[in-house]
């Protein structure tokens, strides 16, 4: 099938994304979530092409159960960097099928002050396909946004699935948000992902809810105790701040700096970055590996039948694999 878009030109994207062209740079991350594969080698060549300006933004994942005030706390924080001279991407990962057009519409509403400013781009990951898939799209749209010149890389994903654990892959510091509300101490999250956080921010703590966000807090410090830090020399911090009248954003932020300066000191964050990209490329190939195990009709069909065999004691596991591997090897 003829497509009528133009084709990409890679040392032209390169060039006017390097200047920061918005258009631009939206137009290469189209090209990034293309799933053609001649636009999936163009998108290689343009992130290889790109490489020497990316690594320089602050990357900051934030995660936290549907309503804790994720895209208000974005609003809030991105439009203080954006005032300070920042530019700041916003990126989301969200896998689930909760989301539809319509939301991102709503999540728009909700960064009313963002998405009216110069200096912020504003962009969701597509919904659809699998989680490692979604996750390398956003990777690499992080990418492109660093080469565009942002310096602020905000990663918002929903804490109920497993995309926190990819954000916190690709992200310098992993943010987690709570809600004020003492006895539900996890609330709903995973007991990996708040092991996975370099901060615990409780929102809302503003009006009638302040008292019980200190007190929330005070039951994460305890918490965090008990649980082993990302960075064995940094015990996360846990802070209360409101989103809606901004209180607390400023203190939030110096907490991420304070974070980077310690790790940029240290060499732990070259160190995470590179263990980050190594881990991202091996993700990739599993999944381009695994791809003909899914698109191949053949081997889809036989597969339940090998499955069934294998888990009845007629077909020996291994030679199962055999049986795969001589129909891939076709
Ligand atoms: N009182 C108070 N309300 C807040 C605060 N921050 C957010 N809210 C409200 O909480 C609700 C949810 O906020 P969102 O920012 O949409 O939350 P979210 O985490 O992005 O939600 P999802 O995208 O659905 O996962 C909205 O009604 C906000 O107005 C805050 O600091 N104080
Ligand atoms: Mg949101």
Redesign the pocket.
């Known amino acids: 099938m003829a497509s009528s878009a133009p084709p990409f030109d890679v040392g032209r994207l390169t060039r006017d994304l390097r200047a920061g062209d918005r258009t631009v740079l939206s137009r290469a991350i189209t090209l990034i979530e293309s799933k053609r594969a001649d636009h999936r080698r163009t998108a290689a060549a343009l992130t290889q092409a790109l490489l020497d300006a990316t690594g320089r933004a602050v990357r900051v994942g934030i995660t936290?159960?549907?309503?804790?005030?994720?895209?208000?706390?974005?609003?809030a924080l991105g439009s203080m960097l954006t005032r300070q001279g920042r530019r700041v991407a916003v990126l989301a990962v969200d896998p689930s099928s909760r989301r539809t057009g319509g939301?991102i519409l709503?999540?728009k509403t909700?960064m009313a002050r963002l998405a009216n400013d110069a200096n912020a781009f504003i962009r969701p990951s597509p919904a659809s396909g699998t989680l490692g898939g979604v996750a390398a799209k956003t990777r690499e749209t992080m990418l492109l946004c660093e080469a565009a010149g942002y310096d602020v890389v905000l990663v918002?994903t929903?804490g109920v699935g497993q995309s926190e654990i990819a954000v916190a892959d690709m992200t310098d510091f992993f943010l987690v948000?709570m809600l004020p509300g003492a006895g539900d101490e996890l609330q709903g999250l995973k007991k990996g992902v708040v092991e996975l956080a370099d901060m615990i921010a409780v929102?809302?703590?503003?009006?009638d809810?302040l008292v019980r966000a200190k007190a929330a807090a005070a039951e994460y410090r305890a918490a965090l105790h008990i649980l082993s830090p990302r960075s064995p020399n940094l015990s996360p911090p846990v802070v209360t701040?409101?989103?809606?009248?901004g209180d607390g954003i400023a203190v939030l932020w110096a907490h991420v700096l304070d974070h980077r300066e310690k790790l940029s000191a240290s060499g732990e964050l070259a160190s995470r970055r590179g263990e980050q990209q190594v881990k991202w490329m091996w993700a990739m190939l599993e999944e381009r590996l695994f791809a003909p195990l899914r698109s191949d009709r053949t081997l889809k069909a036989a597969l339940p039948r090998i499955e069934a065999d294998v888990a009845a004691g007629r077909l020996a596991a291994n030679a199962a694999v055999e049986e795969i591997a001589d129909m891939l090897g076709r």
């Open positions: 936290g159960v549907p309503g804790v005030g994720k895209s208000t706390t974005i609003d939301s709503a999540d909700r918002e929903v948000l929102n809302k703590a503003d009006g809810n701040y409101s989103a809606q009248t």
